[in-house]
């Protein structure tokens, strides 16, 4: 008889007994998952899964690898959007030569994890993955304001961002993430700054994302995020406030950050204590405007 309920640490060997399926189609993967309902996941990299069973989390009895699915792939520029697959992986998304809009989050792809990692995990999985707190992909696309393309039993839908984070680990089975779609206007920049122990591609204590749009030199709008601080990345509209109606030098950067830091609930753990990683989004800020001003923001 087949179990429904989730496997825990106490059974470590669960991960091997899962089953992986390989549809043909991005419509037999949601019909297979929906029929699968709680007993089923989708498998992108699998670098998230795989933690699991360190982590005492439910591991599937059947896993839906997307890697065959073509729907799910490549990156794509129309129409003054960027539109980026859920199966990218973070290298593919680090090698893309995008507009300055997208500068952020190539910077987010290019410098989490490390170079194993990068090469097979996915946008979609970081998006996805819930209890992640410092997955880089998430602040910097919350900060470019990007929507996610869903396919589900009932066709395909656009929903903003924030809205997919606050409803991941209550949405129905069947749903998969397609793409995300990231506007890129002309002038408008971004950029992307983390902070870790010992450096490297370690996961960030905390992270800054800015995007800003660009009247002569003035701010005409802005949005930051900050990742790895509270256990979900998030806008601080705050720290958005700060960067506009003037020059963004390192005095208005180091503002926002203080004002994105007034704004979060910092979580506790053992690679940081909340205080500092509020005490450092100034500094992160400061870097990230910085970057601003680099050649590659000048296309
Ligand atoms: C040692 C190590 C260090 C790492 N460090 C970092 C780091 O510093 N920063 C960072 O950002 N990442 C880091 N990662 C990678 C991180 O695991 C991935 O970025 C990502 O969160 C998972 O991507 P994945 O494709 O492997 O997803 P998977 O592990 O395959 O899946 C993750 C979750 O997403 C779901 N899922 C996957 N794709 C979809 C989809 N298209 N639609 C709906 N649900 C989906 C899965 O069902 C699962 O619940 C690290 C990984 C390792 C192993």
């Known amino acids: 008889m087949t179990t429904t309920s989730p496997t825990r640490r106490t059974d470590p060997g669960a991960m091997t007994r899962s089953e992986v399926r390989r549809p043909a ?16 996941a989708a498998l992108a990299g699998g670098t998230w899964i795989m933690r699991a069973p360190l ?4 591991v599937a009895r059947v896993y839906v690898a997307l890697d065959g699915l073509v729907e799910l792939r490549g990156i794509r520029t129309a129409g003054g959007t960027v539109e980026i697959g859920a199966a990218v992986t973070h290298d593919e998304l680090a090698a893309f030569d995008g507009p300055p809009a997208l500068a952020g989050i190539v910077d987010a792809a290019r410098r989490s994890a490390f ?8 946008v979609g999985g970081n998006i996805a993955a819930v209890g992640f707190p410092e ?7 919350l900060a470019a304001d990007a929507a996610v393309v869903v396919a589900a039993p009932g066709g395909e ?3 903003e961002l924030v809205a997919y984070l606050a ?8 749903e998969l993430i397609v793409r995300v779609v990231v506007p890129a206007p002309a002038g408008r920049r971004s950029a992307f700054e983390r902070l870790t122990v010992r450096g490297g591609g370690e996961y960030a204590i905390a ?5 800003v749009d660009l009247d002569g030199a003035a701010v005409s709008a802005a949005r930051i995020a900050v990742g790895g601080v509270e256990e979900v990345a998030r806008l601080s509209p705050a720290a958005a406030a700060a960067l506009v109606g003037g020059p963004l030098d390192d005095a208005v950067a180091e503002r926002a950050g203080q004002a994105a830091a007034a704004e979060c609930t910092a979580r506790e753990g053992l690679d940081a204590p909340g205080w500092y990683r509020l005490a450092v989004l100034p500094a992160l800020a400061r870097t990230a405007a910085g970057a601003l001003s680099s050649p590659d923001q000048q296309k």
Do not use: I, K, M
């Open 25 to 40: 189609s991005l419509a037999d993967a949601v019909r297979e998952l929906s029929e699968l309902g709680g007993d089923g």
């Open 55 to 58: 982590q005492d989390a439910p």
């Open 115 to 122: 170079p194993a990692v990068r090469s097979v995990a996915t």
């Open 135 to 141: 997955a880089d992909l998430v602040p910097a696309l």
């Open 157 to 159: 839908r656009t929903e």
């Open 167 to 174: 409803s991941r680990g209550t949405r129905p089975a069947g």
């Open 207 to 211: 992270s800054v994302a800015l995007t």
